[in-house]
């Protein structure tokens, strides 16, 4: 398996996709990937004038900078058969959005068998925010809203523990709402056996069969139940994750 | 029908209950209630010691509050039959915390019916947060993690409209997740024709039969499928809402 599972797509006030582009360019280069099956499902805000409109900009958004690293890509959303573009592809990116919408778009349209095997049989996989959620056992540890009822909250199960993308370590001044970290080790008690990494905006893993990388500028942050949070620097070894 | 639904709890840095104490009083006194049944299911987190313990711990909270307002309290959760329990109290409180976690225990006990035609019947409700939500036709505007997967998303549907508690206007500086407003945004888009009502911590609804008021120190926010959002003062009329 190759995954790139990063944590958001665009910083604050920045362009889009641009803390991660050299970082999907290294996994393009090394992976010899020149095509793209594109999965906008979770992108549904982007236009006022339905669904199939925000996933024509959500694809051309991503196009414009795939395209710019010399990857061509093609989204499942209104040509052609979407198994047949995923298995005509070199590769499958997942987009960030709603993970609930995510998940019940991929159970309808038969999606989730069909990327869980192929990314098990090799596919490089690239996914971030609500693709990241989409990579784990299931969607519990999304910070979404749940705006839809998914016919399961199990996901792709191709790694054995959660992520919680765009990790944040504070609420705003003043607000009473639980923190992340509360609603993570509220997470734990509900699911002690599974590890939860909190990955921080301007970090992602690459995964490579049984190595695990954490990548970009912040260190991560893993929960465990009954265990005290601890943090991991890029570089150090992570390996323990998959096993 | 009489409810209380309450965006939060406790304002960050007071003590528990402290800002609806008066709130809660006035309802209290209106509907002559002397008893109240505890619903305490969404407070997964307050001991490491097992839910049991932790439910102990948050209805020992809730009474320590309600007995100065000369009302007793009697959680579902240890002794006794929940029904019963509900039953032969006045009022019925359901306090917050995880909200998939209370729908998920609600159906598991049978009590999502029970809460729901006895409420119809003319028993007072009192929620905060997560018992706010609720009240809700569905839980699809919470704000919490999905920590298990419940029976369904439908709740008690006492009200024709979502609540979204601790409304937030802003995401905490340098951060790019989705703002609350962007959340409800999309949950209009999936679900056009439900209307949401942001409710700022500080603030609570009080609904009577075919009358409804915003009360505490907040404006309301309310949001509808292709219409800009509009703020309610406390006092202005929202009877609107039951329609």
Chains 1, 2 share one sequence.
């Not at 609420?171 to 709402?177: A, F």
């Not at 695990?212 to 265990?227: A, D, N, T, V």
């Amino acid at each position: 398996m190759n995954l790139l599972l990063i944590s958001n797509s665009t910083m604050a006030g920045e362009e889009y996709l641009s803390w991660p582009r050299l970082f999907i360019l290294d996994f393009v280069r090394e992976n010899k990937i020149k095509s793209i099956a594109f999965i906008p499902y979770a992108g549904i805000s982007l236009s006022k004038n339905g669904l199939n409109e925000s996933y024509d900009i959500y694809t051309n958004k991503v196009k414009t900078v795939m395209e710019q690293l010399g990857v061509t890509v093609t989204s499942v959303h209104n040509t052609g058969t979407p198994a047949d573009i995923i298995e005509n592809s070199d590769c499958i990116m997942v987009g960030g959005g709603n993970t609930f919408f995510l998940t019940h778009m991929l159970y309808n349209t038969g999606l989730m068998e069909v990327i869980r095997k192929t990314v098990i049989e090799g596919k490089p996989y690239i996914g971030w925010s609500a693709g990241s959620n989409m990579a784990c056992p299931t969607l519990k540890t999304t910070n979404d809203m749940p705006i839809v009822e998914p016919q399961s909250f199990n996901c792709l199960n191709l790694i054995p523990f959660q992520i919680n993308p765009h990790y944040l370590d504070a609420n705003p001044d003043g607000h009473g709402g639980e923190t992340r970290q509360q609603r993570i080790e509220e997470f734990l008690i509900a699911n002690p056996s599974v590890k939860v990494v909190g990955l921080r905006e301007g970090s992602l893993l690459h995964i490579s069969d049984d190595k695990i990388e954490l990548k970009g500028s912040k260190k991560l942050r893993l929960f465990q139940f009954e265990e005290l949070p601890m943090e991991f620097n890029p570089g150090e070894n992570l390996d323990f994750l998959l096993k």
